[in-house]
């Protein structure tokens, strides 16, 4: 998880940008369980069955997901991580956030 | 303890964080090896106030907020809760991921690297950014109480 040798000209290191890229993909994946729990009873009933709280279950999943997937980044391409400009690695970030953010937003504005 | 100071706890922790986001975006743009070592400490000092506000708030929003929501929802703004509250609630699940990412960008060669400092600027002003909407919906919904106890 330190910076690594690959953290130089224009590739930010190996954490950085497995983790950037989870935090992409969490923040879409958690966008879409919005949706799904809201949409399908069985579903809630099932996340707050299993904490006590659907949010309470939502968020650890969230969390297992985002430490799941960064971890797995790092370890993928033999240790070496992804290879990532930061221009594209900040693409899928702020795509991540904005795409999440308003399937959440929109969702509650206009389909709930 | 007092579900009032519970919440402004959870305020509380959720300025240190946007304050800290701030910081460390200015820090970033002169950053030197003067300064490395303090955009690190406050990225964690950033991060860890928001897992202390989102703690803090997950404790009150499951066993202090149904009542509130309770006299939200009879009240002149039931979208206080139905569309900012279920909104701010889960939008706050990527702003805690883009927190705890920062101090792992934080660990990139901020000195001497631009794309390592330009996802640490990014990532701090998406966090403050985020921040800034989840304080400002946390307000919405502190109204939308208020104007149904008003209207009582």
């Known amino acids: 998880m330190d910076a690594s040798p690959q953290d130089r000209d224009d590739e930010p290191a190996n954490a950085t940008v497995s983790f950037g890229i989870s935090t992409a993909i969490t923040s879409v994946i958690s966008a879409l369980l919005v949706v799904l729990k809201e949409k399908v009873p069985a579903i809630m009933a099932s996340m707050k069955s299993a904490t006590g709280h659907h949010w309470a279950t939502h968020s650890l999943f969230a969390l297992v997901l985002f430490l799941t997937v960064g971890l797995g980044l790092t370890r993928v391409n033999g240790g070496q991580g992804l290879k990532m400009t930061s221009g594209r690695l900040l693409q899928v970030i702020v795509s991540g956030v904005v795409i999440g953010g308003s399937i959440i937003g929109g969702f509650y504005l206009f389909m709930d | 303890m007092n579900n009032n100071v519970i919440l402004m706890l959870h305020v509380l922790f959720g300025l240190l964080c946007l304050v800290g986001s701030l910081w460390i975006f200015v820090d970033t743009l002169h950053a030197s090896e003067t300064n490395v070592a303090r955009i690190r400490a406050v990225s964690l000092a950033a991060a860890l106030s928001m897992w ?101």
């Open chain 2, 52 to 152: 202390a506000a989102y703690a803090v708030a997950g404790y009150w929003y499951i066993v202090f907020y149904p009542a509130d929501k309770a006299i939200i929802l009879k009240g002149p703004w039931p979208f206080a809760h139905d569309l900012v509250m279920e909104t701010k609630e889960h939008l706050v699940i990527m702003l805690l991921l883009l927190a705890t990412f920062l101090p792992i960008a934080a660990r990139g060669r901020l000195a001497s690297s631009k794309a390592a400092r330009s996802v640490v600027l990014w990532t701090s002003g998406l966090v403050f950014a985020l921040a800034l909407v989840a304080d400002s919906l946390g307000a919405i919904i502190g109204m939308g109480a208020k104007v149904a106890l008003l209207a009582k």
